[in-house]
């Protein structure tokens, strides 16, 4: 048999075009990943890939094992041992899928965010944070809820919010403080959207919400005023956020740079 056929009964549609998910015996897989079959066997001991699928005597391989293989290699030729990707995989195998992590908008209203999500191979996830890629940060990440997996992926919630932590770790804040500054921050913005959210409930929208049970939705026209009047929530909670946060910047830093000149024997101008 081929390397890249399934017996019939085990072939599984792969993509759009539903050509046969690739299959490898051992000695195709370690070629293909360009390690030898001792290497791939020790792998396979350590339990950094998932057992293969057995046809009597043979031992069948995939793309997913293949791509765990490409990623180990990676991760090691990045200065992680092979105790490290351990916990990593195991981090990774233990995080919740996309559909928990994107799986959050109303059949009602369009979402809120307009954030973009991120796909990300393991190697180039520890491009972006290097040695400080653990398996604490990941499963901190995966807690979050800023990571999500995708099968031989990670998609991350937020392109900006990827980028800003990248800077913040190139300036030289470690990744453990960025991620626990984002559960504060998780928080903060929490509490914030509860803030708004009870302002238009409570001043805007009691009349619907009142109304309204299981056994008698809102009415079209209602669902319509309620889409209307979020959307423009949106630019007001975003303006008054965006206002505030800068004033108490500004306050911060003055208060910041006040404490520092007194320590410093200075008195500010």
Known sequence: MAANEKPKDERAEAGDDHRPAREFRMTELAEEAGITVRTLRFY????????????????????????RLRTIGALLERGHTLGGIAE??????????????LG??????????????????????????????????????????????????F??????????????VNKGVPLAAVLEAGRRVRAHADALADVFTTLIRTHVLSDILE??????????QEV?????????????????VEAELSMAMDRRVQAELEQWLKEQGQTPE
């Open 88 to 101: 990593l995989l195991a981090a990774f195998e233990s995080g919740r899928d996309v559909g928990e992590l």
């Open 224 to 240: 319509e005023r309620i889409a209307r009047t979020i959307e423009a929530l949106r630019p007001l909670s975003k303006g008054v």
């Open 104 to 153: 959050l908008q109303s059949p009602l209203l369009p979402p809120w965010s307009e954030e973009t999500p991120v796909r990300l191979s393991p190697e180039q996830l520890a491009d972006h944070f290097s040695e400080d890629i653990t398996a604490e940060n990941l499963s901190a990440s995966l807690d979050i809820g800023y990571l999500a997996v995708d099968g031989d992926e």
């Open 155 to 168: 998609v991350h919630i937020s392109r900006r919010l990827l980028d800003a932590s990248t800077e913040l």
């Open 211 to 220: 109304r309204a049970t299981a056994t008698n939705p809102p009415t079209a």
């Open 44 to 67: 396979r001991e350590r339990k950094l890939i998932p057992p293969p699928r057995r046809e009597g005597r043979i031992a069948w391989y995939n793309e997913h094992h293949l791509a």
